[in-house]
Protein backbone atom coordinates (compact mmCIF):
# COMPACT_ATOMS: atom_id res chain seq x y z
CA UNK A 1 0.00 0.00 0.00
CA UNK A 2 1.48 3.39 -0.58
CA UNK A 3 2.62 5.61 2.32
CA UNK A 4 0.44 8.37 3.31
CA UNK A 5 1.76 11.36 2.71
CA UNK A 6 1.77 13.24 6.35
CA UNK A 7 1.70 17.29 5.68
CA UNK A 8 4.00 18.57 8.56
CA UNK A 9 3.10 22.41 9.73
CA UNK A 10 5.06 25.13 8.48
CA UNK A 11 7.93 26.18 9.83
CA UNK A 12 7.86 29.77 9.50
CA UNK A 13 10.92 30.75 11.24
CA UNK A 14 12.91 28.20 9.27
CA UNK A 15 11.88 28.97 6.02
CA UNK A 16 11.92 33.21 6.93
CA UNK A 17 15.85 31.90 7.89
CA UNK A 18 16.85 29.84 5.06
CA UNK A 19 14.92 31.01 2.03
CA UNK A 20 16.39 33.58 0.11
CA UNK A 21 15.07 36.46 1.13
CA UNK A 22 16.90 39.55 1.47
CA UNK A 23 16.36 39.81 5.55
CA UNK A 24 18.37 41.62 8.19
CA UNK A 25 18.75 40.33 11.80
CA UNK A 26 17.81 43.47 14.17
CA UNK A 27 18.25 43.15 18.16
CA UNK A 28 16.74 45.87 19.74
CA UNK A 29 17.63 46.40 23.65
CA UNK A 30 14.45 47.20 26.35
CA UNK A 31 13.08 50.53 24.75
CA UNK A 32 14.67 50.93 21.18
CA UNK A 33 12.12 50.90 18.50
CA UNK A 34 11.85 49.03 15.27
CA UNK A 35 10.26 51.89 13.50
CA UNK A 36 8.29 55.32 14.56
CA UNK A 37 5.39 56.84 13.71
CA UNK A 38 5.62 59.09 10.21
CA UNK A 39 8.65 56.80 9.10
CA UNK A 40 8.31 55.57 5.57
CA UNK A 41 6.52 52.16 5.51
CA UNK A 42 8.88 50.03 3.55
CA UNK A 43 9.39 46.81 5.00
CA UNK A 44 8.16 44.35 7.55
CA UNK A 45 9.36 42.49 10.72
CA UNK A 46 9.15 39.12 11.88
CA UNK A 47 9.39 39.11 15.59
CA UNK A 48 11.84 36.08 16.52
CA UNK A 49 12.74 36.62 20.73
CA UNK A 50 11.51 39.12 23.24
CA UNK A 51 7.97 41.22 23.21
CA UNK A 52 7.48 44.30 21.91
CA UNK A 53 4.80 46.96 22.25
CA UNK A 54 2.88 49.41 18.99
CA UNK A 55 1.96 52.61 20.05
CA UNK A 56 0.10 55.88 18.66
CA UNK A 57 0.60 59.20 19.34
CA UNK A 58 -2.21 61.87 18.60
CA UNK A 59 -1.62 64.97 17.52
CA UNK A 60 -2.15 67.01 21.11
CA UNK A 61 0.51 64.35 22.21
CA UNK A 62 -1.47 61.42 24.23
CA UNK A 63 -0.01 58.30 23.94
CA UNK A 64 -1.76 54.70 23.51
CA UNK A 65 -0.40 51.80 23.84
CA UNK A 66 -2.98 49.46 21.14
CA UNK A 67 -0.73 45.56 21.96
CA UNK A 68 1.86 43.57 22.84
CA UNK A 69 3.89 41.82 20.42
CA UNK A 70 5.22 38.20 21.16
CA UNK A 71 7.62 35.80 19.63
CA UNK A 72 6.16 34.69 16.23
CA UNK A 73 4.05 38.20 15.49
CA UNK A 74 4.67 40.07 12.18
CA UNK A 75 4.54 44.10 12.26
CA UNK A 76 4.53 46.30 9.63
CA UNK A 77 2.16 45.09 7.40
CA UNK A 78 0.75 48.13 6.20
CA UNK A 79 3.90 48.05 4.36
CA UNK A 80 2.60 45.72 1.85
CA UNK A 81 -0.14 47.85 0.44
CA UNK A 82 -0.25 48.59 -3.71
CA UNK A 83 0.07 52.64 -2.23
CA UNK A 84 3.07 52.97 -0.29
CA UNK A 85 2.42 55.26 2.97
CA UNK A 86 4.06 56.29 6.22
CA UNK A 87 3.81 54.60 9.79
CA UNK A 88 0.41 54.96 11.89
CA UNK A 89 2.09 53.69 14.69
CA UNK A 90 5.82 53.27 16.79
CA UNK A 91 7.15 49.92 17.51
CA UNK A 92 9.00 49.64 20.46
CA UNK A 93 10.49 46.58 22.52
CA UNK A 94 9.53 46.05 25.99
CA UNK A 95 12.43 43.65 26.82
CA UNK A 96 15.40 42.77 24.51
CA UNK A 97 13.93 41.43 20.94
CA UNK A 98 15.44 39.60 18.30
CA UNK A 99 13.78 40.49 15.04
CA UNK A 100 14.27 39.98 11.12
CA UNK A 101 13.72 43.03 8.75
CA UNK A 102 12.20 42.04 5.77
CA UNK A 103 11.80 44.33 2.86
CA UNK A 104 8.74 44.83 0.89
CA UNK A 105 9.83 43.55 -2.23
CA UNK A 106 11.37 40.04 -0.86
CA UNK A 107 8.15 39.51 1.02
CA UNK A 108 5.84 39.98 -1.59
CA UNK A 109 8.20 37.77 -3.75
CA UNK A 110 8.08 34.67 -0.73
CA UNK A 111 4.42 35.20 -0.48
CA UNK A 112 3.89 34.51 -4.25
CA UNK A 113 6.62 31.89 -4.68
CA UNK A 114 5.29 30.11 -1.55
CA UNK A 115 2.11 29.04 -1.37
CA UNK A 116 2.65 27.75 2.52
CA UNK A 117 4.20 30.22 3.53
CA UNK A 118 1.37 32.78 1.84
CA UNK A 119 -1.38 30.45 3.45
CA UNK A 120 0.54 31.06 7.23
CA UNK A 121 0.62 34.65 6.66
CA UNK A 122 -3.38 35.31 5.86
CA UNK A 123 -3.72 33.59 8.86
CA UNK A 124 -2.14 35.83 10.79
CA UNK A 125 -3.96 38.86 9.43
CA UNK A 126 -7.17 36.91 10.41
CA UNK A 127 -5.79 36.32 13.72
CA UNK A 128 -4.75 40.03 14.11
CA UNK A 129 -7.76 41.22 12.58
CA UNK A 130 -10.19 39.14 15.02
CA UNK A 131 -7.84 40.40 18.21
CA UNK A 132 -8.43 44.30 16.86
CA UNK A 133 -12.23 43.83 16.95
CA UNK A 134 -11.86 41.95 20.42
CA UNK A 135 -9.94 44.46 21.52
CA UNK A 136 -12.43 46.99 20.65
CA UNK A 137 -15.64 45.64 21.71
CA UNK A 138 -13.61 44.82 25.12
CA UNK A 139 -13.13 48.77 25.89
CA UNK A 140 -16.47 49.27 24.56
CA UNK A 141 -18.54 46.91 26.42
CA UNK A 142 -16.00 46.06 29.43
CA UNK A 143 -15.21 47.34 32.98
CA UNK A 144 -11.88 48.53 33.33
CA UNK A 145 -10.95 45.84 35.83
CA UNK A 146 -12.12 43.20 33.68
CA UNK A 147 -10.04 44.73 30.63
CA UNK A 148 -6.97 44.66 32.90
CA UNK A 149 -7.56 41.02 33.99
CA UNK A 150 -7.74 40.64 30.10
CA UNK A 151 -4.46 41.91 29.22
CA UNK A 152 -2.67 40.82 31.87
CA UNK A 153 -4.19 36.96 31.04
CA UNK A 154 -2.97 37.37 26.96
CA UNK A 155 0.78 38.96 28.20
CA UNK A 156 0.41 35.57 30.47
CA UNK A 157 -0.26 33.65 27.35
CA UNK A 158 -3.02 31.86 28.69
CA UNK A 159 -5.34 32.27 25.77
CA UNK A 160 -2.86 29.90 23.47
CA UNK A 161 -2.49 26.02 23.43
CA UNK A 162 0.47 24.30 24.83
CA UNK A 163 2.18 25.39 27.78
CA UNK A 164 1.81 28.64 29.09
CA UNK A 165 3.92 31.02 30.65
CA UNK A 166 2.65 32.44 33.77
CA UNK A 167 4.83 35.64 34.52
CA UNK A 168 4.77 38.47 32.10
CA UNK A 169 7.33 40.82 30.89
CA UNK A 170 8.72 43.73 33.01
CA UNK A 171 5.88 46.58 31.87
CA UNK A 172 5.13 49.74 33.69
CA UNK A 173 1.92 50.81 35.51
CA UNK A 174 1.96 53.99 33.02
CA UNK A 175 1.94 50.92 29.69
CA UNK A 176 -0.77 48.85 31.40
CA UNK A 177 -3.12 52.32 31.63
CA UNK A 178 -2.59 53.56 27.93
CA UNK A 179 -3.46 49.72 27.01
CA UNK A 180 -6.61 50.12 28.66
CA UNK A 181 -7.36 53.31 29.35
CA UNK A 182 -7.58 54.68 32.79
CA UNK A 183 -5.16 56.33 35.02
CA UNK A 184 -1.86 54.24 36.72
CA UNK A 185 -3.37 54.56 40.22
CA UNK A 186 -6.16 52.84 38.96
CA UNK A 187 -3.76 50.26 37.60
CA UNK A 188 -2.36 50.08 40.88
CA UNK A 189 -5.26 49.57 42.82
CA UNK A 190 -6.93 47.03 40.74
CA UNK A 191 -3.47 45.10 40.80
CA UNK A 192 -3.08 45.59 44.43
CA UNK A 193 -6.62 43.80 45.02
CA UNK A 194 -6.02 41.29 42.51
CA UNK A 195 -2.95 40.41 44.54
CA UNK A 196 -5.11 40.11 47.43
CA UNK A 197 -7.45 37.72 46.04
CA UNK A 198 -4.75 35.76 45.24
CA UNK A 199 -5.06 35.85 41.31
CA UNK A 200 -1.38 37.33 40.83
CA UNK A 201 1.39 36.97 42.65
CA UNK A 202 3.94 39.66 43.11
CA UNK A 203 7.88 38.12 43.38
CA UNK A 204 10.14 40.39 41.33
CA UNK A 205 7.74 39.80 38.40
CA UNK A 206 4.20 39.55 37.98
CA UNK A 207 2.73 35.87 38.11
CA UNK A 208 -0.60 35.41 36.70
CA UNK A 209 -2.62 32.88 37.85
CA UNK A 210 -5.42 30.69 36.04
CA UNK A 211 -7.95 31.81 38.90
CA UNK A 212 -7.83 35.25 36.98
CA UNK A 213 -10.05 33.29 34.23
CA UNK A 214 -12.96 34.04 36.36
CA UNK A 215 -12.78 37.42 35.82
CA UNK A 216 -13.17 37.14 32.27
CA UNK A 217 -14.93 34.36 31.61
CA UNK A 218 -17.10 34.43 34.32
CA UNK A 219 -17.28 37.43 35.17
CA UNK A 220 -17.20 37.26 39.03
CA UNK A 221 -14.45 37.69 41.69
CA UNK A 222 -13.45 34.23 44.24
CA UNK A 223 -14.68 36.77 46.63
CA UNK A 224 -18.38 36.55 45.19
CA UNK A 225 -18.32 32.60 44.92
CA UNK A 226 -19.21 32.26 49.08
CA UNK A 227 -21.29 34.79 48.82
CA UNK A 228 -25.34 34.05 49.02
CA UNK A 229 -27.74 35.68 46.79
CA UNK A 230 -29.55 38.59 48.36
CA UNK A 231 -32.87 37.96 49.62
CA UNK A 232 -36.18 40.07 48.09
CA UNK A 233 -37.04 42.98 50.80
CA UNK A 234 -39.99 41.67 52.66
CA UNK A 235 -41.12 44.98 53.78
CA UNK A 236 -41.76 47.02 50.65
CA UNK A 237 -43.47 43.95 49.25
CA UNK A 238 -45.90 44.02 52.20
CA UNK A 239 -46.95 47.40 51.87
CA UNK A 240 -47.17 47.07 48.16
CA UNK A 241 -49.78 44.08 48.95
CA UNK A 242 -51.43 46.17 51.32
CA UNK A 243 -52.70 49.33 49.37
CA UNK A 244 -53.66 47.04 46.26
CA UNK A 245 -55.87 45.20 49.08
CA UNK A 246 -57.18 48.64 50.43
CA UNK A 247 -57.57 50.68 47.08
CA UNK A 248 -59.82 46.80 45.79
CA UNK A 249 -61.98 47.20 49.42
CA UNK A 250 -62.21 50.71 49.50
CA UNK A 251 -64.92 50.61 46.51
CA UNK A 252 -67.08 47.63 48.13
CA UNK A 253 -66.87 49.79 51.66
CA UNK A 254 -68.45 52.68 49.83
CA UNK A 255 -70.92 50.62 48.37
CA UNK A 256 -72.32 48.97 51.67
CA UNK A 257 -72.26 52.54 53.69
CA UNK A 258 -74.35 53.92 50.90
CA UNK A 259 -76.83 51.00 50.68
CA UNK A 260 -77.24 51.16 54.99
CA UNK A 261 -77.80 54.78 54.38
CA UNK A 262 -80.46 54.17 51.93
CA UNK A 263 -82.32 51.79 54.02
CA UNK A 264 -81.93 53.59 57.31
CA UNK A 265 -83.92 56.56 55.37
CA UNK A 266 -86.61 54.39 54.01
Known amino acids: MPKKQIKSKFDTAFFLANAEIDSKVVELKPKETLFTQGDPADCIFYLQKG ?3 L ?10 TITLLSVGDFVGEESL ?3 RGLRMSTVSAVSSCVALKITRGKMVHALHEEPAFADFFLKFL ?3 SMRTQTDLIDQLF ?9 ILLLMAEFSKPGERAQFIPPISMETLAGMIGITPSRVSYFMKRFHKMGLINYNGRIQVNKSLLNVVLLDRFPEQNSQKPPLPAIEPVRRAILSIDKN ?3 PARSKVTAIKRKMAAD
Open 142 to 150: NSSEKRLAR
Open 248 to 250: IRK
Open 81 to 83: ASI
Open 51 to 53: RAK
Open 55 to 64: TVVSQNGKEA
Open 126 to 128: LSR
